[in-house]
Every structure is written in structure tokens, then in C-alpha cells.
């Protein structure tokens, strides 16, 4: 069964950078999208960046420019390399793979 496990939070400063890992069992990683999401304390949990099998990336308006969604399929692992973090941007991070369970998340808390 293919698996996701996040890594990479931890607690930061305000305008601190962050690199989230999405490291995804299996052999067809290639084959597919991999949205990242985030879920913050009293929230709905929203998508932040995705990018499809074929490398495409979508960002969410409040991430963009700040957020950089990458893949290395010879790793089957997935990246979110963020920048400028700030206080509101403090939730669990998950990354996501459509009809596979969802992963144990990583925390990322930005202090101010």
C-alpha cells in the first residue's frame, strides 16, 4: 500500500524559510499529482500548492511567490519550500495524492 509521511516542521520566526518533505512508497510516483495542504487550529483544511504528474504547480493566492512546490521522481519524494513564513501560515502541512490516505501531517508554527 502505497504510504505518504511528511517531514520537515518545526517552530520558526516570523520571515523564516522551511522545507516540507513528502516522502510517498511505491513505485508509481511518477504517475501522479501531489497537492500539498494545510490545516490551521479552528480551520477547514485548504489546498496550498499542487503539482501534477507532468510538473505542472498550482499555488493558492496566499502562498504564491512565497511557496515553491517541487518532485524528484527518482526519489518518489515531494517538496514545499517556504519563505517568508508568518504567524497565519502556522498548521499542520500534508501532502496529498487523490483516492490515497492522507499522511500523518508536520506541524509548522511560526512565531512572531
Known amino acids: 500500500q502505497v504510504q505518504l509521511v511528511e517531514s520537515g516542521g518545526g517552530f520558526v520566526q516570523s520571515g523564516d524559510s522551511l522545507r516540507l518533505s513528502c516522502a510517498v512508497s511505491?513505485?508509481?510516483?511518477?504517475?501522479?499529482?501531489v497537492g500539498w495542504y494545510r490545516q490551521a487550529p479552528g480551520k477547514q483544511r485548504e489546498m496550498v500548492a499542487q503539482i501534477s504528474a507532468a510538473n505542472w504547480i498550482d499555488y493558492a493566492d496566499s502562498v504564491t511567490g512565497r511557496f515553491t512546490a517541487s518532485r524528484d521522481n527518482t526519489k518518489t519524494t515531494a517538496s514545499l519550500y517556504m519563505t517568508s513564513l508568518e504567524p497565519e501560515y502556522t498548521a499542520v502541512y500534508y501532502c496529498?495524492?487523490?483516492?490515497?490516505?492522507w499522511g500523518q501531517g508536520t506541524q509548522v508554527t511560526v512565531s512572531s
Open positions: 496529498y495524492i487523490p483516492s490515497l490516505p
Open positions: 511505491g513505485s508509481s510516483f511518477m504517475n501522479y499529482a
